[in-house]
């Protein structure tokens, strides 16, 4: 371990001494002081301009990442080489393998302590970008009800009026001016905690904090700066459905079978049948069901979210939605609702609600009434109908973790690529010279990154028909054992979950640790190690 | 030292380098047999090229042989273990340029994993026995050549090593580095280390050394304790503190008178070696044995042609005047040579007194040597300067 250690602490003193640290930490730097301004734009709403800051520095900080760990695993292992240094080392009680093992270590420690600089900058800058939507203001009580702001350290005013309130809230902070003016400054030490009961007579003279930009805030503290799960909408048996509705045509003579083809015409009906659940006619309402909510805290207090989109066919008054949504089954546990809402369509909505909904079998269940009935008798207006496109027009979404930790997990699978990368330079430099080691490394980073669009050419086109002929046959196991081994970065990159607000899993992120670490780094420095064993390093090295 | 199974021992050993198509294209070594006993100096001898750096390094894992067998301490050069008694000092010194003396020392120390407090103590020891105490805290990148090789030998005695390997120790020394090696190599000799030791350093190599081995195109040519090697049954050689001529006289008639013989001759005996060796690699040379490192030099190629000393000096120092070492203002603005010499020596030297020190370089007057001293006391100092200092 100790000899292992003096190869890693020696290439970080190299990485260090030589500047490289330096001058990726200034690069870095600039990068992120440089690329926000160039992508952001003015009047943007504070959730996008972070949003934005964090996909576009990051993203950057990985590739930056990247190109240094193939930078600096071959460089440092073909430089001693070139140099003959190795010759001191390995005349020394040093085992290669401690030797490589050392070497990939080292990098990686140049890596993790910029990846460390790096992010904790992002994480600081971002955090200072998104403090416009935490302005607050100091009004009183009396507004802040009719108004139905969000009060500071509290729960989402706007979810209901005061009064049904009472048993779910606990206390609210309020100042209460000495000499009848208004509080300019909100003193945490001055404000004092009244029960939700006591408040209604006092709304005229106590003052109460709330944010300044209450959409900035409900959008960057739940739904960015946030990391969270999903309950997944759960689709009945779409099949049955349609055989069911095919019985029923056969029995009323409608359907003939030797006219029609019957699976063609199950097709049909089965996308009927999903159409047909999607939809919501005027004035009609519809239940649907969502799974996978076991891990959510049921109290009340706990606030979720319903994110939906919907589109409207027939007239829609200035393209807007009217609905009501209730949450929970009434039979199971206490509802929720009804929430009005008036939606613009085809865009995404969040809609919030308690989670005391969710039933404790970790289901839930969601009732939409389309309240854009006919206008009256004789009237032309039909009302428009109310359509959730595909699975992702409605999802659950619940708060699982902090930002922090999602942009922890997210990090930690950039890491892993890299360290991947890292182990592919070493082992290329155990048998290459520096600019082919260099260059096998950044054809391996490509083929990672485009694993994907790589498959999709290869299989384009018939097996033996192709300018290769017959020697296809042998090409293509060889092909497909390689890229069966070969990681797809794409599938370790959490950036959109971290920007969306969505969780990084825990198990997403040790998925990556084990596969692009424990199997693929690992595979690459096992492979070094036996290369390195026969290579004499005093032969002819140019 | 009570086992006398030897350190090294190679059987039939041979290292061809092969090409990219794998075809033969230099045989370095060829079929050494060759037995390091404990505790001997052991001296490798040769041509350039004739193998010696590549045995070292077979002996020490670097390259592998291509036939043969070959032992270091009963195992393998590929066993990492026996790898804490040796010491290896390569023929080139391979440092990383961006750490200073201590550092590297550290590095190497911590690879033995000694702990902390000896491996300090030890280096401290080892930087003042090699003389850089001093510049311990420098960048070795910034050292001279011979420094550096000081800085290669010290790390070679980091471990205390049974086994010691120097090759060509002696290169970019000076000459007391030369002479301390020499001590150096003695005393740990004495304390029972088995050395084995590459150089082309005769003199010394004889001194120093128990046997000698030398090698000529990869193949040994003689081999045998130095004594045995040189001593010619022939002659006799007497060796004493400087005699006196007279003393000399008196011992010539002795033995003329003894012996009736006239070829008597008295002298220093450290040509022996280098005699023996020149000889060997003659004979071998003359044997036609193939080799892939260096020939015997030559006569000096004819397009070298002949001039008289002086004009040959001359002609270098006016070819050196007009060069182009001036900024391209300066010499528009002073054409005269004359005064670009001014510049020059205002440049090199600073203060305007000094100028006339370097009169010396423009080209008519003829290198005086009063001038000359004067140029050697304003570099090292007036004697009378060295004396106050
Ligand atoms: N890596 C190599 N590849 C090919 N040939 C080599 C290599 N190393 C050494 N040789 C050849 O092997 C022969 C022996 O070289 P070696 O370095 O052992 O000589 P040496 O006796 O140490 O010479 P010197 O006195 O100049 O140090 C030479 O002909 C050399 O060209
Ligand atoms: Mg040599």
Redesign the interface.
Known sequence: M??I??ITW?TL??AI??KVVLVMALLIVAVIVLIPQAVSRPGAPTTSIVQSFISWTLMPLGMILSFLAIFLSCQSISDEMY?????????????RWQYILGKWLGVMLVISLLMLIGGLIIYTVALILAMPAYETRIVRLRDALDTGQVLVDLADLRMSGLAEETEFNPPIRVMEPADGQTPLKWDQSKARAVPWKELAPLAERLYVRIYDRPNDYYAMEHEVLTARATGKLQSPDFLAMAEMRLQQLKEQGVFDSTKTDENQARTALITEASQQWRTIGPGEQKSYTFGQLQWVNRSPTNILQLRYKATAFGYAADEVIQSQWFFGDPRVVTFFGPVPRRDVKDRYHVIPFRAHAVAPDGTLMVTVQNLDARRGEGSRHRGAVMNFESDEGMEVLYRIGSFGWNMFRTLLLVWCRVAFLAAAGVFAATFLSFPVACLFTFMTYILAIAKNFVTEALEFGGLGKGVLGPLEYLLKPMFDGLFYIWPDFSTYDALPQLVDGRVVTTVWSLTGVVQLVGLGALMFLLLGCVIF?QR?????SV | MADKRPIVKTIGLSKV?KDFWRRDKVVAVRDLDLEIQPGEVFGLLGPNGSGKSTTI?II?????PTRGRISIFGQPP?D??I??R?G?L?E?S???R??NAR?TLQ??G????QAGEMRASRIDKLLEMVGLQHQARRRIGEYSKGMARRIGLA?ALI?DPDFLILDEPTTGLDPIGTRQIKELIRELGRRGKTILLSSHLLTDVQDVCDRVCILYGGQVRAHGPVEQLLSQEDFTQITAPRLAPRTVEEIRQVIQRQQGSEAVTISHPTERLEDYFIRIVQQAQAASVVTSGAQMGGALPDFLSEQEGDALIESLVSAAVPAPVLSEESVTTMPEPAVSTEIISELVSGPATDRQSFTVIPPPPPVKEQVDQTVLDDLLGSPEDQHRG
Do not use: C, D
């Open positions: 100790g000899r250690w003096a020696h003193r190299e001494r030589m140099h003959r240094q190795i010759y001191m080392l390995l005349t020394k009680p040093l085992p064993r004499q390093v005093a032969e002819l | 380098f390094k020490l894992g670097l390259l592998y590929t990492v273990s790898k804490k040796i290896y390569p080139e391979y440092l990383y961006f750490l550092e590095l190497y911590r690879l033995f994993q790390q471990n």
